[in-house]
């Protein structure tokens, strides 16, 4: 079964300029979270989704959006970049909500924002 | 709210035994979590403790008391392999996601 696949590995984007990050969940999996690392800051939640529908938003200016798609596949959107939105973004998956004392992490997205 | 507390970093031999500490406030939750994330990679999955008590799993083993917010992550026989950053996160009640510490940096020396 493959694991949960997040493109692209890596992004180096200029400040204002908007990205789009992608997350493939494991199959059978719709539940979908998105947290966002820096180093010596642990794991910031931002978003949980699951049937398409938002279940919950973390601490994240408007600038930080995400949706999730019929087919369970996710994408978060960063819009205006700044220079402290550069993080490693991570994207984890569950069977569904109420799962998630087990989360299944992708890679990640390196994002550098110069 | 919840908030974690563990060490940012411990070092260790090989072949010894190694024991991450992890203090939590938090209103109430269903369990907590461990995590093991290497340099690069994905954090991944290690122990749920939805009980106080031990649970082992290899040569790794997860404890919880409820009584004294306080849990850990205890790692025998350490190879180099472990060195890794380690993360605590609570499951909380509720329509409440995960809640992750900042980590425990594992460094295994010779």
């Known amino acids: 079964k493959a694991g949960v696949t997040q493109t692209p590995r890596y992004l180096i984007k200029t400040r204002g300029q908007q990205v789009t990050l992608s997350c493939s969940p494991i199959?059978?999996?719709?539940?979908v979270s998105w947290y966002q690392q820096t180093p010596g800051q642990g794991l910031q939640f931002l978003f949980e989704?699951?049937?398409?529908?938002?279940?919950n938003k973390g601490n994240f200016p408007g600038r930080f959006s995400g949706r999730q798609f019929s087919n369970s596949r996710s994408e978060m959107n960063v819009s205006t970049l700044e220079l402290g939105d550069s993080a490693l973004y991570l994207c984890?998956?569950?069977?569904?909500?109420?799962?998630?004392?087990?989360?299944?992490f992708g890679s990640g997205t390196q994002l550098s924002v110069l | 709210g919840q908030s974690l507390e563990q060490p940012s970093e411990v070092t260790a031999v090989e072949g010894a035994i190694v024991q991450i500490n992890c203090t939590y406030q938090?209103?109430?939750?269903?369990?907590l979590s461990w995590y093991q994330q290497h340099d690069g990679g994905a954090p991944t999955f290690l122990s749920y403790?939805?009980?106080?008590g031990l649970e082992e799993t290899g040569r790794f083993s997860s404890f919880l008391s409820r009584s004294d917010s306080y849990g850990y992550l205890l790692l025998q026989e350490l190879q180099m392999k472990d060195s890794a950053s380690y993360f605590c996160?609570?499951?909380?009640?509720?329509?409440?996601?995960?809640?992750f510490g900042k980590g425990t940096r594992l460094s295994v020396i010779a």
């Open positions: 984890a998956s569950s069977l569904a909500p109420g799962s998630n004392e087990k989360l299944f």
């Open positions: 199959s059978g999996h719709r539940s």
């Open positions: 989704y699951f049937s398409e529908t938002q279940r």
């Open positions: 938090t209103s109430g939750f269903y369990g």
């Open positions: 403790n939805a009980l106080d």
């Open positions: 996160a609570v499951y909380p009640s509720g329509n409440t996601p995960l809640v």
